[in-house]
């Protein structure tokens, strides 16, 4: 029974780690995410009451040696506790729940980003208030304090966009546009995930998240706003003479297929393969020659017949795309 204990508190950190993190619900750092952290909290006293409550009668059940109670008096302890008591806490969190869905609902304040799910990676499009768009994948940057509106479709099964440090989930379904609107209160980094399962590598669905400063925000949009001027080296011939440009855009150049993710700026995201491994030169071209050993199901085929050299230079240029 001591080493059980002993173990028991060993775990306790463990699971105490979960309520931290760039990936935490429990961890808020936006507006909507502090909402259901409070909701989820009165859900949890509400909870912790009903569970005291079980276990009180329980014991006090035990401590009665057998003896029956008046049928009367049963009839009253069962209509409370089981009608009268869980209707009040109920009602209680449903009246919570209602009276946080204007605020939630409210418009954004002029960005947009319209967030397309694929299998299994994750296309955007930045509308900027002066009218300028640009495309990108896995990648969402927000300015600090705006409330930026997420118009959510996708292509092909239903997702679900969640970051959890920031706002709920929402699902992406084919033919419909849902909209999320998010007001990040802290700088930093986070993680999206898909939170709806959507295939082989659903759990390698993931984004990067960066809150930013306003100005920091601006600056990061315009460079994003403009065309690549990526050195036309060797890695660049092969890259459109090995037809990667036919699925692929890098604006500045000749490739502009859309059927894959937009790689303009491909150097400057913080992971590739949407959110799961860290983006090096050396990842890169493990993803060209093994995209579905990476990635189980990926559309993406793997080039494993490119000599090593070639994909080796077409993923040098890749990362030089800032």
Known sequence: MLKQDKAAWLLLPLLLAG????????????????????????????????????????????????????????????????????????AVLLVFGLRMMPELRAPGEGLRIAVQGEQFWWRLRYELPDGRRFDTANDVRLPLGSRTEFLLTAQDVIHSFWIPALGGKMDLIPGTTNRLVLEPRRTGRFRGVCAEFCGASHALMAFDVEVMEPVDFEAWAARQASAATPPMNDGAALFLARGCGAC???????????????????????????????????????????????????????????????????????????
Not at 289 to 303: C, D, G, L, N
Request: a positive charge; proline letters at 7%.
């Open 19 to 90: 309520c931290s993190g760039r990936q935490s619900a429990l961890d808020p750092s936006g507006y909507e995410a502090e909402a259901v952290a409070r909701l989820f909290w009165w859900m949890t006293a509400a909870g912790g009451v009903i569970w005291l409550l079980v276990v009180g009668l329980a014991l006090y059940a035990t401590q009665r040696g057998g003896r029956p109670w008046p049928a009367r008096r049963a009839a009253r302890l069962i209509l409370a506790c089981g009608a009268v008591l869980p209707t009040l806490l109920l």
């Open 248 to 322: 692929h855009t890098v604006r500045g150049t000749e490739a502009s297929g859309r059927i894959g993710p937009d790689l303009t700026h491909l150097g400057a995201r913080p992971s590739i393969a949407a959110g799961i491994l860290p983006n090096t030169a050396e990842n890169i071209d493990r993803f060209i020659r093994h995209a579905r050993e990476v990635k189980p199901a990926a559309r993406m085929p793997s080039f494993d017949m490119l000599p090593a050299a070639e994909s080796a230079a077409i993923a040098a240029w890749l990362g030089s795309l800032r």
